[in-house]
């Protein structure tokens, strides 16, 4: 079964610095894109940063040039490198990918997985 891992949630002050990991686990066959998902309390789940496998990117209007995403392809990892946070990015940030995985007895079509969710928490 495949898995994503996040780690590196906290909490910080304004204007530091947080990096997050995600890393997926398990028979995967092929990961198309990686990216990154946030919730903050009473609003819907927006995206936050995207990326392909040949390195396209995508960015939330509200983090370019604060944050960066890049991905190890080799060890199925993402991560988000976040900068001069604000508390408005005070949300759970969770990783999603875009794989094709087994389940045990075949290959699976290509499908959305997502991690647990880690919290991040900027103070004023």
């Known amino acids: 079964q495949v898995q994503l891992v996040e780690s590196g949630g906290g909490l910080v002050q304004a204007g530091g610095s947080l990096r997050l990991s995600c890393a997926a686990s398990?028979?995967?066959?092929?990961?198309?894109?990686m990216g990154w998902y946030r919730q903050a309390p009473g609003k819907q789940r927006e995206l936050v940063a995207a990326?392909?496998?040949?390195?396209?990117?995508n960015y939330a209007d509200s983090v370019k040039g604060r944050f960066t995403i890049s991905r190890d392809n080799a060890k199925n990892t993402v991560y988000l490198q976040m900068n001069s946070l604000k508390p408005e990015d005070t949300a759970v940030y969770y990783c999603?990918?875009?794989?094709?995985?087994?389940?045990?007895?075949?290959?699976?079509?290509?499908?959305?997985?997502w991690g647990q969710g880690t919290q991040v928490t900027v103070s004023s």
């Open positions: 398990g028979s995967i066959f092929s990961i198309n894109a």
């Open positions: 999603n990918a875009v794989l094709r995985g087994w389940d045990g007895s075949s290959w699976l079509p290509t499908d959305d997985y």
């Open positions: 990326i392909t496998s040949g390195g396209s990117t």
